[in-house]
């Protein structure tokens, strides 16, 4: 589970599931959710590809803590949806 907050800053969501598809020759970074939510837009596949690269890079680094009957915990990180010309 990984936190995200869109492009636009106005959707923060704890996810496990970020998909994207091409609508309109745009290439929109969605999580399912009943009705799927845009949590970023990007002009091309290549960038799109990318921050799905990121995102996986941001869960692959992220810390990890230990609960009292030792289970590991990730820690809350929230990734930041970057701009298109960010990317």
Do not use: C
């Not at 990318?50 to 810390?63: E, R, T």
């Amino acid at each position: 589970m990984i936190w995200i907050r869109s492009q636009d800053k106005e959707i923060l969501l704890e996810t496990n599931l970020v998909f994207f598809e091409e609508f309109n020759g745009k290439f929109e970074i969605k999580k399912w959710f009943g009705d799927s939510l845009i949590l970023g837009t990007y002009s091309t596949k290549e960038k799109a590809l990318k921050v799905l690269d990121m995102i996986q890079n941001k869960l692959l680094s992220s810390s990890y803590t230990l609960t009292a009957n030792g289970h590991p915990v990730m820690l809350k990180e929230i990734y930041q949806m970057p701009q298109d010309d960010e990317v």
